[in-house]
């Protein structure tokens, strides 16, 4: 079974551009989430989509969304970027019978 | 709200040597799932083990086991023998049931370093 993959692997952007990121679950997981990890902060979690609609929101701004698509894939969406925005985002999917969550590779985004 | 606490920031051992990493949570919630994650420098968390609040039984697997105590609210995480494919960043982290399973909520991690 194939794990959680995400794209890109790296993103090199500049301050005040918008990024998308996307992430494909294990197949039958209809549970993503997103996280955040920073040296300074950790891991935060930022939202989780079930179904197509956000089930869980961490305490991120507004200029951080996302979506989930019927075939449970989901983006990340992060507007007018700031410095603090690099981070590596970690995508997670979650089987509803273990409530195991598994992670892909993230992606690590650096703003300049 | 949820917390976790990994008290040691970071570990510093020589191979063989057995190891705990220690974790304090704090929750309302009656029901819920604790989780241990290994972050090897490549990045990738991967999954060691969840245990339920309703089951204290404590889990070994092969070098790794596991202590649950309700009483303390303490999840501790053991590597016997540890071997320098040991080192890496592990974090505790913690979920409710029902909807809000897909939101753990992680320690700081523990930094392990294993010394040849």
């Known amino acids: 079974k194939a794990g959680v993959t995400q794209t890109p692997r790296y993103l090199i952007k500049t301050r005040g551009q918008q990024v998308t990121l996307s992430c494909s679950p294990i197949?039958?997981?209809?549970?993503v989430s997103w996280y955040q990890q920073t040296p300074g902060q950790g891991l935060q979690f930022l939202f989780e989509?079930?179904?197509?609609?956000?089930?869980n929101k961490g305490n991120f701004p507004g200029r951080f969304s996302g979506r989930q698509f019927s075939n449970s894939r989901s983006e990340m969406n992060v507007s007018t970027l700031e410095l603090g925005d690099s981070a590596l985002y970690l995508c997670?999917?979650?089987?509803?019978?273990?409530?195991?969550?598994?992670f892909g590779p993230g992606t690590r985004l650096t703003v300049t | 709200a949820q917390k976790v606490t990994q008290a040691q920031t970071e570990i510093s051992v020589v191979e063989k040597e057995d190891v705990t990493l220690d974790c304090v949570y704090e929750?309302?919630?009656?029901?819920?799932?604790l989780f241990w994650y290994k972050q090897p420098p490549s990045g990738e968390l991967v999954f060691l083990i969840r245990?339920?609040?309703?089951?204290?039984q404590n889990e070994i697997s092969g070098r790794y086991s596991w202590n649950f105590q309700k009483s303390t609210s303490s999840f501790n995480f053991t590597i016997t023998a540890s071997q320098v494919v040991d080192s890496a960043v592990y974090f505790c982290?913690?979920?409710?049931?029902?909807?809000?399973?897909?939101?753990?909520?992680f320690g700081q991690g523990t930094i392990l370093t294993v010394h040849p």
């Open positions: 982290a913690l979920t409710g049931g029902g909807t809000s399973y897909g939101k753990l909520t």
């Open positions: 245990r339920n609040s309703f089951d204290e």
């Open positions: 989509y079930f179904s197509e609609t956000q089930r």
């Open positions: 197949s039958g997981h209809r549970s």
């Open positions: 929750t309302r919630d009656t029901t819920y799932y």
């Open positions: 997670a999917s979650t089987s509803y019978r273990s409530y195991e969550q598994y």
